[in-house]
């Protein structure tokens, strides 16, 4: 065989491109791969095409993608063939090709035609990664920025609480003013605990727990976080009571309308900010409104951008990271929720959310008309509490007992059946700890208990541990769980679903997250 037969063999044989041009510029020889790609069957089809002819036969057989006019097209893959330099080529099924033009010694050009379609999403990939890193970063900034931003109203008011708490003349003034202090102290821990999961917003990994409470749990936590700062500004700020049930996610809902006063108060010099509510259809619609200096229509979407200020004359708008309303606007995203603003510059702003109206009886009730209707509701029940803390054991007594319970304390576990038997009441409902001492757990207990009594007593296991797979474990033994410290609100909606309502109860109805 020929030197030379062999060679044109070996290219015909490769599976990418070759195609070889004469120093005048015409086509003297391609392979198949070469002339397959551009639509052409055969090579010796394209054989004695100059470079022109070539790229306008290509254009007009191949199935090639080209975004600029066709002449412009060619004119400039011509001064690449001319300057040997490299362009990619993409083509309508996704593929992307380069050429390469390599001159020959003696004159001439020889043309590699590579797929490059793996190298390219694989750098598309890497490219997504970094830009994703990257992004992780600067939410992680951004967040830590906005943490000190929101952390800043509670604790300006936990100050002034302190300082009128020292200069407090009665116990009734200190006793209220201590409240309040409890109040901003636990208003810095839910934005703590929110914090930690906002910057899983943008990953779209934070899922609302919904559940069903009344607005004023929210409502009384604005008066108590932003009356004093109002006050301290010559602020008239009044909000508007209100014992309509919601259904939403409580910690998301507050962090939303807590953004709304915040820059209500802060941007309002003169005059008053109300917070109210009022029905919307099948909603409660949640209003903010200052007489601040208003914003232009032309910027309301503006305003829910990150880091966007209308001005920076405003002493506060200096000091601000114009991340609020951002915030806000996801979390009302990821809530399905509706926030509207309106607003006249020089006379001030309203900003609303649209919020699910629930059922008051469903939901965790902390205004006192509401428990004084369902008050005997656990009068003449028995319930046993297994607690080692001596505190807490004693505080969940005295409120069981409240409301009318008769309690059971047992504080000795290792003659459990004996201790069951001689019981005077069987008890209608267990409360135990779940990590007791002697490294004995709670849901062990409650079922041998239940083994004794030979019938099956409803359990509430409270932990102080939040191990994400622990409470999945107790759940789905079929105990409802609450994280100390426990609220006695959500005591007593747990207890009555528990009680009266078990189809109400995930880990009873089989309804959990984890099925």
Same mark, same amino acid.
């Given at each position: 065989? #020929?030197?030379a037969?062999?060679?044109a063999?070996g290219v ?7 195609a070889v041009?004469?120093n ?8 198949k791969?070469?002339?397959k790609?551009?639509g052409? *069957?055969?090579?010796?089809s ?6 022109e002819?070539?790229?306008?036969e290509i254009l007009r057989c191949?199935?090639?993608?080209v ?7 060619i004119e400039?893959?011509i001064?690449?063939?001319e300057?040997?330099e ?5 083509f ?5 090709h380069?050429l390469?033009?390599t001159p020959?010694?003696?004159g ?6 590579s ?10 990939s890497l #490219? !997504? ?10 939410? !992680?900034s951004?967040?830590l920025? *906005? ?8 604790l300006a ?9 020292i200069e407090?003349?009665s116990d009734e003034e200190?006793?209220?003013l ?7 102290v636990?208003i810095m #821990?839910?934005?703590l /605990?929110?914090?930690?999961?906002i910057?899983?917003l943008d *990953?779209g990994r934070?899922e609302?727990k919904?559940s069903t409470f009344?607005?004023s749990m929210i409502?009384?936590?604005m008066?108590i976080?932003?009356?004093h700062?109002a006050?301290?500004?010559?602020l008239?700020?009044?909000?508007? %009571?209100s014992n ?6 409580? $910690?998301?809902?507050?962090?939303i309308?807590?953004?709304?006063v915040? +820059? $209500?108060v ?5 005059g008053r900010v ?6 919307k259809?099948?909603?409660l619609?949640?209003?903010v409104?200052d007489t601040? %200096?208003?914003i232009?229509e032309t910027?309301y979407e ?7 200020r209308i001005s920076?004359?405003?002493s506060y708008?200096?000091?601000s990271l114009g991340?609020?309303l951002?915030? $806000?606007?996801?979390? $009302? ?8 603003v309106t607003s ?5 702003s309203t900003f609303?959310?649209d919020v ?8 965790d009730?902390?205004?006192p008309?509401?428990n004084e209707?369902v008050? &005997?509701?656990?009068s003449?029940?028995?319930?046993l509490v297994?607690e ?12 069981l007992e409240?409301? /009318?319970?008769?309690?059971?304390v047992?504080?000795r ?7 069951i038997a001689?019981?005077?009441n069987?008890p209608d409902l267990?409360?135990t700890?779940y990590?007791?001492? &002697?490294a004995v757990q /709670?849901?062990?207990?409650v079922i041998?208990? +239940?083994d004794t009594?030979e !019938? ?17 474990s107790?759940?789905?033994?079929g ?9 006695p609100?959500s ?6 679903n528990?009680?009266?309502?078990p189809e109400l109860?995930?880990e009873i109805s /089989?309804?959990t997250?984890d099925g």
């Amino acid at each position: 065989m #020929e030197p030379a037969s062999a060679l044109a063999k070996g290219v015909e044989a490769l599976d990418f491109g070759v195609a070889v041009w004469s120093n005048t510029g015409a086509l003297q020889f391609c392979n198949k791969a070469f002339s397959k790609r551009f639509g052409k *069957a055969s090579p010796e089809s394209l054989a004695g095409f100059s470079r022109e002819e070539f790229l306008g036969e290509i254009l007009r057989c191949s199935d090639l993608i080209v975004t600029t006019p066709a002449q412009t097209w060619i004119e400039q893959q011509i001064a690449n063939f001319e300057n040997n330099e490299r362009n990619r080529l993409l083509f309508s099924d996704g593929s992307i090709h380069q050429l390469r033009h390599t001159p020959m010694p003696g004159g001439g050009t020889i043309t590699v035609l590579s797929d490059f379609t793996e190298i390219i999403r694989s750098e598309r990939s890497l #490219e !997504k990664e970094r830009d994703k890193s990257a992004e992780s970063e600067r939410v !992680k900034s951004r967040f830590l920025r *906005a943490a000190n931003h929101d952390l800043r109203q509670p604790l300006a008011s936990l100050k002034i609480l302190i300082y009128n708490c020292i200069e407090a003349q009665s116990d009734e003034e200190r006793e209220q003013l201590l409240h309040n202090m409890d109040v901003s102290v636990s208003i810095m #821990e839910d934005l703590l /605990g929110a914090l930690l999961n906002i910057g899983q917003l943008d *990953a779209g990994r934070v899922e609302p727990k919904i559940s069903t409470f009344q607005v004023s749990m929210i409502l009384e936590r604005m008066q108590i976080q932003f009356e004093h700062l109002a006050t301290e500004k010559g602020l008239d700020f009044r909000v508007m %009571p209100s014992n309509v049930a919601l259904s939403s996610d409580r $910690a998301l809902l507050e962090r939303i309308v807590s953004n709304f006063v915040a +820059n $209500a108060v802060r941007y309002t010099d003169t005059g008053r900010v109300l917070v109210g509510c009022r029905r919307k259809g099948r909603n409660l619609r949640i209003q903010v409104t200052d007489t601040g %200096p208003g914003i232009p229509e032309t910027h309301y979407e503006d305003i829910f951008k990150e880091f966007f200020r209308i001005s920076t004359k405003h002493s506060y708008r200096k000091h601000s990271l114009g991340l609020g309303l951002n915030i $806000a606007k996801r979390m $009302a995203d990821v809530l399905d929720h509706r926030i509207s603003v309106t607003s006249t510059p020089g006379k001030g702003s309203t900003f609303s959310i649209d919020v699910p109206i629930g059922s008051v009886w469903h939901s965790d009730m902390g205004e006192p008309d509401i428990n004084e209707r369902v008050g &005997g509701e656990f009068s003449g029940l028995t319930a046993l509490v297994i607690e080692d803390d001596d505190i807490l054991r004693d505080a969940l007594v005295s409120l069981l007992e409240r409301w /009318g319970m008769t309690v059971i304390v047992l504080d000795r576990y290792d003659n459990l059946q004996p201790s069951i038997a001689d019981l005077e009441n069987e008890p209608d409902l267990i409360i135990t700890d779940y990590r007791l001492q &002697g490294a004995v757990q /709670g849901t062990d207990l409650v079922i041998e208990i +239940n083994d004794t009594l030979e !019938k099956p007593c409803p359990a509430i296991v409270v932990t102080a541990d939040t191990n994400p797979d622990l409470i999945k474990s107790i759940r789905q033994q079929g105990f409802p769980v609450l994280i100390k410290p426990v609220s006695p609100p959500s005591l007593r909606v747990t207890m009555h679903n528990l009680l009266y309502e078990p189809e109400l109860v995930p880990e009873i109805s /089989g309804r959990t997250d984890d099925g």
